[in-house]
């Protein structure tokens, strides 16, 4: 079955950086767009970015802008995500998963699939 393996999270002071990577189990990744999520305990699951896999357009979510980058490597069938000046309200659980539709951008993460089990980011003194 088609999931992704995120990687890379871990416990970092805030003002920190960390670089997280996934990759897809079974399947190239070079057709999908790619969205990454996080979820903090008792909230919603939130989109953070996603990178397009016609132009490589990016977006992000407001908290982040400035701060995270989404990149594809599609040789390497990785899509990463660099976050730099670590905020405590960016901890959670980190996921990325694929976007058959191309359309769902920020706004809808139900048409996203093939996610994995995430990778957790804890940041605290």
């Known amino acids: 079955q088609k999931h992704f393996v995120e990687s890379g999270g871990g416990l970092v002071h805030p003002g920190g950086s960390l670089t997280l990577s996934c990759a897809p189990s079974?399947?190239?990744?070079?057709?999908?767009?790619i969205g990454w999520f996080r979820q903090a305990p008792g909230r919603e699951r939130e989109a953070v970015s996603y990178i397009s896999a016609k132009n490589g357009a990016t977006d992000y979510a407001d908290s982040v802008k400035g701060r995270f980058t989404i990149s594809r490597d599609d040789a390497k069938n990785t899509v990463y995500l660099q976050m730099t000046r670590l905020r405590s309200d960016d901890t959670g659980l980190y996921y990325c998963?694929?976007?058959?539709?191309?359309?769902?951008?920020?706004?809808?993460?139900?048409?996203?699939?093939?996610w994995g089990q995430g990778t957790q980011v804890t940041v605290s003194t």
């Open positions: 998963a694929a976007d058959p539709t191309d359309l769902a951008g920020l706004h809808f993460i139900s048409p996203y699939d093939y």
């Open positions: 079974g399947f190239s990744l070079s057709y999908y767009t």
